[in-house]
């Protein structure tokens, strides 16, 4: 049985796209005016070359063309390849923030590709575009407009679940209807991932040192004693002087990410741009990154 369902989701996908690539584009032309000036269109132009989108020559004519005729998936392309130089003297680092743009341009790839992704892969993809922007400079305009579709994702996904009462949703490109299997087993491996299967025994860190040096661990919280520190009886120990001997505590939290505490560290803890108060639970959600001294802590969840 196939039911049709009317949902606001892909709108609102088509808006983050939108959106971001008018951000980001923004300033990806500022870069290069301060790296090639007059230039800079040019060496767009040259950049752009290998992009899948067709481009005019109407397309360069001037900075409000180019933001208008470049896909994101092209503006994302450029920055990927270009990062050093593009995001020199931002806030924005090769590691981990370059992950946030692949991840937002590999949602956007299997969109334009008419294929299946779920509410929470649309729901990261927003909040890595927010992440990212909100290290931009004047990015306000943007940030909150994809603020507020972060916030209606984030409400989506929380409602979905898979059994008897609820389905699945799933959804395509614009201008295709929506539709949901009522049988479960044939949904499409990116949408499946909206599924309640994955427990905090099987998310993973990532754990990155000194912009090189990266290791993962596994996440096997018994009771509620995992400990991430420096001391010799944390369940992660770092190497890194800035960390605290106990300095997070992780709890379990549903299935989507885990709880974590700040245990009145000397140098504190960020989640994304957020700084924790001590004592204070937060949701580390999948894909979240967590900076304790110099060390950045990215969960993962499901195979290494």
Same mark, same amino acid.
């Given at each position: ?23 980001? $584009? ?14 800079? $269109? ?44 593009l995001f020199q003297g931002t806030k924005? @680092?090769?590691?981990?923030? @370059? ?138 120990? /770092? ?9 997070? /505590?992780? $709890? ?35 894909? $979240? ?5 110099t060390t950045w802590l990215i969960l @993962?969840?499901?195979?290494?």
């Amino acid at each position: 049985m196939v039911v049709e369902v009317d949902n606001p989701i892909p709108v609102w996908i088509g808006e983050l796209f939108q959106i971001s690539r008018d951000g980001f $584009m923004e300033y990806v032309i500022k870069a290069y005016k301060r790296i090639h000036q007059q230039g800079y $269109m040019q060496a767009i132009a040259k950049d752009l070359k290998e992009c899948p989108t067709q481009l005019t020559p109407e397309t360069f004519a001037n900075d409000k063309s180019l933001v208008a005729g470049v896909d994101l998936y092209c503006v994302l392309k450029l920055m990927i390849e270009n990062w050093d130089r593009l995001f020199q003297g931002t806030k924005l @680092r090769k590691i981990p923030d @370059r992950d946030y743009a692949q991840r937002l341009k590999d949602v956007r790839n299997a969109w334009a590709h008419q294929r299946p992704i779920s509410t929470y892969d649309a729901f990261l993809a927003a909040q890595a575009a927010h992440y990212l922007l909100n290290k931009l400079p004047d990015s306000e305009r943007f940030i909150q407009k994809i603020g507020q579709i972060v916030q209606s994702l984030a409400q989506q996904s929380e409602d979905i679940q898979i059994g008897q009462e609820s389905l699945p949703k799933t959804f395509v490109s614009p201008g295709v209807t929506a539709k949901v299997e009522a049988q479960v087993s044939d949904i499409d491996s990116q949408t499946e991932r909206v599924k309640p299967l994955i427990n905090a025994g099987e998310f993973y860190i990532q754990v990155i040192q000194n912009d090189s040096q990266t290791r993962c661990e596994p996440v096997s919280i018994q009771g509620s004693h995992f400990v991430i520190g420096r001391g010799v009886h944390s369940s992660i120990q /770092l190497g890194d002087p800035r960390v605290s001997r106990a300095h997070l /505590l992780l $709890m379990p939290n549903g299935n989507d990410g885990l709880k974590i505490v700040d245990l009145h560290s000397a140098n504190g803890t960020k989640l994304e741009t957020q700084n924790l108060e001590p004592n204070q639970p937060a949701h580390w959600m999948a894909g $979240m990154s967590v900076m304790i001294g110099t060390t950045w802590l990215i969960l @993962r969840q499901g195979q290494r």
